[in-house]
């Protein structure tokens, strides 16, 4: 088997006039879990999609599990299990029925398939769940339930986009875990997000997106180093641009988001000591985080 | 872009058979309200229109009317329940429920699951004509041993008309654009093609039409056999009936792709 699960090369694509995805490259190894970050309208779901030959890009090169995609996009989908963003279950179906009938579509047999469908129902926490049907299901259950399905070709590579979006933290945390137990298993994960801390927690590296180009790359805590590298004080409670004008000689850097004042100051104490005696401010120290990185590298595109 | 067009053509010819039993399995689950619901109109129409009218006609083509007309009925069974199926059952499966999304990021392609939809929107039609035409039999409207010879002529029927309505469901953007389709199509076609009525009665330049219309062809091969009568150019109507499955079919699917695969 191969050492790299996906190599992209150069890959541009518009709709219409409007680019979408602009000189992209990046490369995941096999058994790495590798996140594309970016706000909404990034192009990360339109990478997902060309990863699975369903969009042909404009130009560049697309290698999948050591196939060419898309010219060879169905030899490649054969290791591939996919968790779309939005749940596309078989509502009519119960549990078990929905796995038989995905099964088929990897021309399985329905022995074949009757034999790993215990195991998939216990991956999934849904051993309860066999018969009930996907109607019944929380969204927890659903997401979990999307999740065995895409393993039951025993695929080699995860291609998942916004896996946990709308489930609540106890769902989210599950799914987590059960990712966790994956990328111990050896497999490769692909996920595209725009929640923080699912990427800082899973992730080995990731890519930053911004309008279809990547703006920067690497694991979470080179990323946090490299961007932030010193403490965060979010202040909230006053006027920003008051507040910002009044700190600014003694912080690295200030970033405004929404009414948040961000600070990143090597000293923090000297922040406290000027904001001391100001009523109804709240502030928060912590060290840097993921999030900081995000706001730092794509803010400045959403105060246009 | 030679080889994305592969993606709109059947990988094998045994793909399909995953998205044809996913469609089953589901149908199975509501079969008798599905039946009733493809039989119901027909049905009505024959027995309405057959008692009613029929007292009036009298005999057509050498047979009672309402023998003439469960032959009609038989044929315009499997085009409405292959071309239904298709726009809307295929468009909610493609569009509202997702199935299509899920479907194609498994191993099969694009052309795969057309046929797939294509074979069960036959196989719906291929049900509601073989039921007409056994309960004409019942009623003594045509003989027994008839049903048999017919039975390929009504799937025949459905696959020209299921593929047909992909292209229809291939280009719409929502539900709304369906109406135009049975409107202006499917409705017209049941009364050009000497489904309620000999087609020699219109006059003659809808005749012609009327020639180059798959229901036409489905209706000449289905009530000869029906009414006992032997049947004139079989080869030509079996052959308009198989470019009406086969053509649209691969012009839906390059329709489909350039849709969905963007």
Same mark, same amino acid.
Request: net charge neutral; aromatic share 10%.
């Given at each position: 088997?191969?050492?790299?699960? =996906?190599?992209?090369?150069?890959?541009?694509?518009?709709?219409?006039?409007?680019?979408?995805?602009?000189?992209?490259?990046?490369?995941?190894?096999?058994?790495?879990?590798?996140?594309?970050?970016?706000?909404?309208?990034?192009?990360?779901?339109? =990478?997902?999609? @060309?990863?699975?030959?369903?969009?042909?890009?404009?130009?560049?090169?697309?290698?999948?599990?050591?196939?060419?995609?898309?010219?060879?996009?169905?030899?490649?989908?054969?290791?591939?299990?996919?968790?779309?963003?939005?749940?596309?279950?078989?509502?009519?179906?119960?549990?078990?029925?929905?796995?038989?009938?995905?099964?088929?579509?990897?021309?399985?047999?329905?022995?074949?398939?009757?034999?790993? #469908?215990?195991?998939?129902?216990?991956?999934?926490?849904?051993?309860?769940?066999?018969?009930?049907?996907?109607?019944?299901?929380?969204?927890? @259950?659903?997401?979990?339930?999307?999740?065995?399905?895409?393993?039951?070709?025993?695929?080699?590579? *995860?291609? @998942?986009?916004?896996?946990?979006?709308?489930?609540?933290?106890?769902?989210?945390?599950?799914?987590?875990?059960?990712?966790?137990? *994956?990328?111990?298993?050896?497999?490769? #994960? &692909? *996920?595209?997000?725009?929640?923080?801390?699912?990427?800082?927690?899973?992730?080995?590296?990731?890519?930053?997106?911004?309008?279809?180009?990547?703006?920067?790359?690497?694991?979470?805590?080179?990323?946090?180093?490299?961007?932030?590298?010193?403490?965060?004080?979010? =202040?909230?409670?006053?006027?920003?641009?008051?507040?910002?004008?009044? &700190?600014?000689?003694?912080?690295?850097? #200030?970033?405004?988001?929404?009414?948040?004042?961000?600070?990143?100051?090597?000293?923090?104490?000297?922040?406290?000591?000027?904001?001391?005696?100001?009523?109804?401010?709240?502030?928060?120290?912590?060290?840097?985080?993921?999030?900081?990185?995000?706001?730092?590298?794509?803010?400045?595109?959403?105060?246009? | 872009?030679?080889? +994305?067009?592969?993606?709109?053509?059947?990988?094998?010819?045994?793909?399909?058979?995953?998205?044809?039993?996913?469609? $089953?399995?589901?149908?199975?689950?509501?079969?008798?309200?599905?039946?009733?619901?493809?039989?119901?109109?027909?049905?009505?129409?024959?027995?309405?229109?057959?008692?009613?009218?029929?007292?009036?006609?009298?005999?057509?083509?050498?047979?009672?009317?309402?023998?003439?007309?469960?032959?009609?009925?038989?044929?315009?069974?499997?085009?409405?329940?292959?071309?239904?199926?298709?726009? $809307?059952?295929?468009?909610?499966?493609?569009?509202?429920?997702?199935?299509?999304?899920?479907?194609?990021?498994?191993?099969?392609?694009? +052309?795969?699951?057309?046929?797939?939809?294509?074979?069960?929107?036959?196989?719906?039609?291929?049900?509601?004509?073989?039921?007409?035409?056994?309960?004409?039999?019942?009623?003594?409207?045509?003989?027994?041993?008839?049903?048999? $010879?017919?039975?390929?002529?009504?799937?025949?029927?459905?696959?020209?008309?299921?593929?047909?309505?992909?292209?229809?469901?291939?280009?719409?953007?929502?539900?709304?654009?369906?109406?135009?389709?049975?409107?202006?199509?499917?409705?017209?076609?049941?009364?050009?093609?000497?489904?309620?009525?000999?087609?020699?009665?219109?006059?003659?330049?809808?005749?012609?039409?009327? +020639?180059?219309?798959?229901?036409?062809?489905?209706?000449?091969?289905?009530?000869?056999?029906?009414?006992?009568?032997?049947?004139?150019?079989?080869?030509?109507?079996? +052959?308009?009936?198989?470019?009406?499955?086969?053509?649209?079919?691969?012009?839906?699917?390059?329709?489909?792709?350039?849709?969905?695969?963007?």
């Amino acid at each position: 088997m191969s050492k790299v699960a =996906i190599d992209l090369a150069g890959v541009t694509k518009s709709f219409g006039d409007k680019p979408v995805v602009n000189g992209l490259s990046f490369t995941v190894a096999s058994g790495e879990c590798f996140g594309l970050l970016g706000p909404n309208g990034a192009g990360k779901s339109t =990478i997902a999609r @060309m990863l699975l030959g369903m969009t042909p890009p404009d130009a560049g090169k697309i290698t999948v599990l050591g196939v060419p995609v898309p010219a060879q996009s169905r030899l490649a989908r054969k290791g591939i299990g996919v968790v779309p963003q939005f749940d596309n279950l078989d509502q009519e179906f119960t549990v078990r029925e929905n796995l038989l009938v995905f099964g088929r579509y990897f021309g399985m047999s329905t022995r074949k398939i009757e034999a790993v #469908i215990p195991s998939l129902l216990e991956f999934a926490r849904l051993e309860s769940k066999e018969h009930a049907r996907v109607a019944e299901l929380s969204g927890g @259950m659903k997401r979990r339930l999307t999740l065995a399905r895409a393993l039951i070709n025993d695929p080699q590579l *995860l291609v @998942m986009d916004e896996p946990t979006t709308g489930l609540d933290p106890h769902a989210r945390h599950l799914i987590w875990e059960r990712l966790r137990f *994956l990328l111990a298993r050896g497999k490769t #994960i &692909i *996920l595209t997000t725009h929640f923080m801390e699912e990427a800082e927690r899973l992730c080995d590296r990731l890519c930053v997106l911004e309008h279809g180009c990547k703006i920067a790359e690497g694991s979470p805590q080179t990323l946090i180093d490299e961007h932030i590298g010193c403490h965060v004080i979010e =202040i909230f409670g006053g006027n920003p641009q008051e507040l910002s004008s009044l &700190i600014r000689p003694y912080v690295q850097r #200030i970033e405004v988001s929404g009414e948040t004042l961000f600070c990143y100051a090597s000293d923090p104490e000297q922040v406290r000591v000027q904001l001391r005696g100001r009523a109804g401010l709240r502030l928060l120290e912590r060290p840097p985080s993921l999030e900081d990185v995000f706001l730092r590298l794509t803010g400045h595109e959403m105060e246009k | 872009m030679g080889e +994305g067009f592969a993606a709109a053509l059947p990988a094998n010819p045994w793909n399909w058979i995953a998205v044809w039993r996913r469609n $089953y399995m589901a149908w199975k689950k509501v079969a008798l309200a599905s039946l009733i619901g493809n039989l119901a109109d027909p049905m009505i129409y024959l027995f309405s229109l057959g008692t009613g009218l029929g007292i009036m006609v009298g005999r057509v083509d050498g047979a009672s009317y309402i023998a003439f007309l469960a032959a009609g009925m038989v044929a315009t069974s499997a085009m409405t329940a292959s071309t239904f199926e298709t726009i $809307y059952a295929v468009f909610a499966r493609m569009h509202d429920q997702r199935t299509w999304e899920a479907i194609l990021h498994t191993q099969l392609t694009l +052309g795969d699951l057309v046929l797939g939809e294509l074979a069960w929107a036959a196989t719906k039609a291929f049900l509601a004509g073989t039921a007409i035409t056994i309960v004409a039999a019942a009623v003594g409207y045509s003989t027994w041993w008839s049903v048999l $010879y017919v039975l390929p002529a009504i799937a025949l029927t459905g696959f020209a008309f299921g593929s047909l309505a992909l292209i229809v469901t291939a280009l719409a953007p929502s539900y709304q654009y369906f109406i135009f389709y049975q409107t202006l199509v499917i409705t017209p076609m049941l009364f050009l093609s000497g489904a309620v009525f000999p087609v020699t009665q219109l006059p003659g330049t809808f005749q012609q039409v009327a +020639g180059f219309l798959p229901l036409g062809h489905s209706i000449d091969l289905i009530r000869p056999v029906m009414l006992g009568h032997p049947v004139g150019n079989v080869g030509l109507h079996i +052959g308009a009936l198989s470019i009406y499955a086969v053509l649209p079919f691969f012009i839906s699917a390059a329709l489909f792709r350039r849709r969905l695969m963007r």
